[in-house]
């Protein structure tokens, strides 16, 4: 099932490329597989040329996900292209890697590992997919202690904050499982662990902590929400536990924070997800799961197979997958240690100041993400009365920047705000050269008459109060056309 939609043209129903013509002179069909083999020049080619106009990764500003990594790793990937991660017995190396991974970050994460104990966790393809597996462990316990207990079993729920990222309201969807949800509030927009602990009932399989909210970059407080759990559940004979997201921020707190109590320090904290893609510092395509011990995975979710040559255990929602990215996460975490990832994120932390420092100057806008948290910047504009976030966004584009332009979740929705995530391979100057490019736009949008005082001055002109929306449409237009052709009189073309 296709769920986007295609680019339409002209020549909707085949593909041409002018250098592809070296190598063959015919059209391809863009929407059914063409009838005759073309030469491999060719077929680069016309992918190749398509593919310039994708947006520069480097500057995509929008995502947490890494966009780059040093050549070596870059060598492994491509040499690992071909295993399937799957097949355990004919890998044995790749799937040793994994098991070394996930023991690392289960120690980063303070798991109750003795000298000899092994971690328990699996690598996915994302975040997305560790908490489809934490979340069916957590309803799979619930149920199973609602069943012991002679209780109805069939309406659980779990208790989060709007702020989630759009995965965990498909885990509900998907394993039917109600959403509860901590509405926002302007200024606060995280979840407030007293309102979650207030929603938590009988039936609920866990409250899900974010530790780096996608929003704005801030860390729930698990601490208090841990403090207040463990007395509702001394109150009522309930164990509800905790889930951390910390897709984004479970690479930066050991390193930032250390004294920060978010992990399996935690008694609640049954498990953690998080992106190896993300600060994880690897390619997309790599998530971690991580239980506090044997006991919070139910056994009946874990299959074994022994078609692929010997008995293998597999809890995964997805079956084949290559081995490059597990491979590139052991290279950071030996390459690295733990004095690499340090210096990385301080880095980017400086960054962040650098980047939030210039708009503050810029006197425009206010600062809506945190100094401790995700390295980022979430800022809205001081005034809207001319202008909005997303005229910014979208004039940013001309600069070749990617800056998100959203509105929060319920009942902060009326706040918009520009979001900037900062990478490993976002410089200082990047960020300087970031905001110079900022105030030009400003000072652009500063010198075109607002959307709102163009729909005045038309319905104001001549008298006549209902223009369609067409007419207000011309004119903002039209003011457009003026603006791109001064600019044209004063910028001569070499």
């Known amino acids: 099932m296709v769920l ?21 002179r015919t059209s391809l069909p863009r929407f059914q597989i063409p009838e005759n083999s073309i030469p491999k020049e060719a077929a680069y080619q016309i992918i190749n040329d398509e593919l310039m106009l994708d947006g520069n990764p480097r500057l995509n500003l929008a995502s947490f996900v890494t966009t780059w990594m040093e050549p070596e790793c870059d060598k492994l990937i491509i040499a690992a292209i071909n295993k399937n991660y799957v097949d355990m017995d004919e890998y044995p ?39 489809m597996l934490a979340g069916l462990a ?38 039917e499982v109600e959403l509860k949800e901590v509405k926002l509030s302007e200024g606060y927009y995280v979840m407030d662990p007293d309102k979650a602990v207030e929603m938590v009932d009988e039936n609920t399989i866990c409250v899900a902590a974010i530790l780096g909210s ?7 407080d698990v601490k208090k929400l841990n403090d207040l759990l463990v007395e509702k559940n001394a109150e009522t004979g309930w164990d509800t536990p905790i889930h951390v997201d910390a897709a984004s921020g479970g690479f930066i707190a050991p390193f930032l924070y250390p004294e920060l109590e978010w992990d399996f320090r935690l008694p609640l904290v ?27 995975l139910p056994d009946e979710l874990i299959f ?54 210039g708009l503050e100057k810029t006197e425009r806008f206010n600062i809506v993400s945190k100094d401790n948290g995700v390295p980022l910047v979430a800022f809205s504009l001081k005034d809207h009365s001319e202008h909005n976030e997303f005229e910014i966004s979208d004039m940013l584009r001309r600069f070749g920047w990617i800056v998100p332009a959203y509105t929060m979740p319920p009942d902060a929705q009326h706040i918009t705000v520009l979001r900037v995530v900062i990478r490993e ?8 050269r970031l905001v110079v490019d900022i105030v030009k ?17 038309v319905c104001e002109e001549k008298g006549i109060v209902n223009k369609t929306e067409l007419d207000v449409q011309r004119k903002f237009t039209d003011a457009w056309k003026k603006f791109v052709a001064d600019k044209k009189k004063t910028n001569g073309v070499c």
């Not at 996608?214 to 729930?220: A, D, I, R, S």
């Not at 510092?281 to 790599?286: N, Q, S």
């Open 270 to 296: 049954k498990s953690i997800n998080v992106s190896g893609h993300k600060y994880g510092l690897v390619y997309a395509g790599i998530g971690w799961a991580i239980w506090r011990n044997k006991e919070d």
């Open 304 to 357: 074994h197979i022994n078609y692929l040559g010997a008995d293998q255990p597999t809890f995964t929602l997805n079956f084949s997958k290559g081995s490059s990215q597990i491979i590139a996460q052991y290279y950071q975490l030996i390459r690295l240690g733990f004095e690499g990832y340090k210096n990385i994120m301080e880095n980017c932390q400086e960054n962040a100041m650098v980047l939030k420092e």
């Open 441 to 457: 736009v400003l000072h652009e949008l500063d010198t075109l008459p607002a959307k709102i005082s163009a729909k005045i001055e």
């Open 4 to 24: 986007s939609r295609t680019v339409q043209s002209e020549s909707d129903v085949s593909l041409h490329s002018t250098f592809a013509s070296r190598y063959v």
């Open 93 to 131: 190396v790749t799937t040793e890697l994994q098991n070394r991974c996930v023991n690392m970050i289960a120690h980063l994460f303070n798991a109750p590992l003795g000298d000899s104990d092994t971690a328990v966790g699996v690598g996915t393809v994302g975040s997305s997919e560790a908490i």
């Open 214 to 220: 996608t929003l704005n970059g801030e860390f729930e």
């Open 425 to 432: 391979d976002f410089s200082r100057t990047l960020a300087e």
């Open 138 to 175: 957590f309803k799979r316990r619930w149920q199973n202690k609602m069943k012991a207990l002679g209780k109805p079993y069939d309406k659980p729920n779990i208790v989060t904050g709007a702020n989630v990222q759009v995965c965990w309201e498909k885990f509900a969807r998907y394993f």
